[in-house]
């Protein structure tokens, strides 16, 4: 991101610098050291001149190639990032948060009348395809997953090793808002709803490491 991008630009900027100086200020000092002494002392003086300067040409070589591999594996990382499939569909998608005061809204049939009239009200806008809710949005924080332990029957497995699952509660219109593709089953349907029905849609991770086959 730009950060870590401004932090690079800046460290390679500032290790130029420190390393471009350093040698300029040895040569200097070392240069108004040798007008001051005279015979045996003005060859140490250049010998300590010449031992500094090649340790700083060896450090900042050093410096540059530490750089340079940090820069080619940081281009390299981000052309992963560019290639990785998240599963749903980015563009052309508006998200915004909604939250129901729990004082007017107390009645689980209330807030759902509630979120079908914005539903219907927002997909008869011209510029609408498709409109829908969940509780949250993929790759969003950690912070206030909705977490559950997942129990299979017929796969007996200890209380506390029960593996814990992260679940969002979505509605019948997300996954084609998302464009999120169907592998496999069916998708939930209004009759779902209507019938109080408990459907569930698990990811392909999920399917393979406890469904397998």
């Known amino acids: 991101d730009l950060t870590v991008l401004g932090f690079t630009l800046g460290a390679s900027i500032l290790t130029g610098i420190v390393f471009g100086l350093a040698p300029a200020w040895q040569t ?3 240069d108004l050291h040798s007008a001051l002494k005279e015979g045996g002392r003005t ?5 300590r001149q010449r031992r500094v300067s090649n340790l700083l040409v060896i450090a900042e070589t050093a410096m540059a190639m ?3 591999i940090g820069a080619g594996l940081l281009l390299k990382s981000f052309a992963h990032l560019l290639d990785v499939k998240p599963g749903f569909v ?3 998608v508006l998200t915004m948060q909604i939250s129901l005061p729990n004082a007017a809204y107390q009645d689980p049939q209330k807030r759902a009348a509630f979120l079908k009239e914005l539903e219907t009200n927002l997909a008869g806008a011209p510029e609408v395809s498709s409109v829908g809710f969940v509780t949250r949005l993929p790759l969003m924080t950690a912070l206030n997953n909705i977490t559950s332990f997942l129990a299979i029957e017929g796969k007996e497995v200890p209380a506390g090793e029960r593996p814990e699952i992260d679940f969002r509660r ?3 219109g997300y996954f084609q808002t998302m464009g999120i593709p169907l592998l496999s089953g069916r998708l939930v349907t209004e009759q779902d709803v209507i019938n109080n029905t408990s459907s569930v849609l698990i990811n392909e991770a999920l399917a393979k490491r406890f469904f397998a086959g």
């Open 28 to 30: 200097l000092k070392f």
């Open 43 to 47: 060859a140490i003086a250049d010998r």
């Open 66 to 68: 530490v750089l340079l």
């Open 90 to 92: 980015t563009e052309n």
């Open 170 to 172: 979505a509605s019948t």
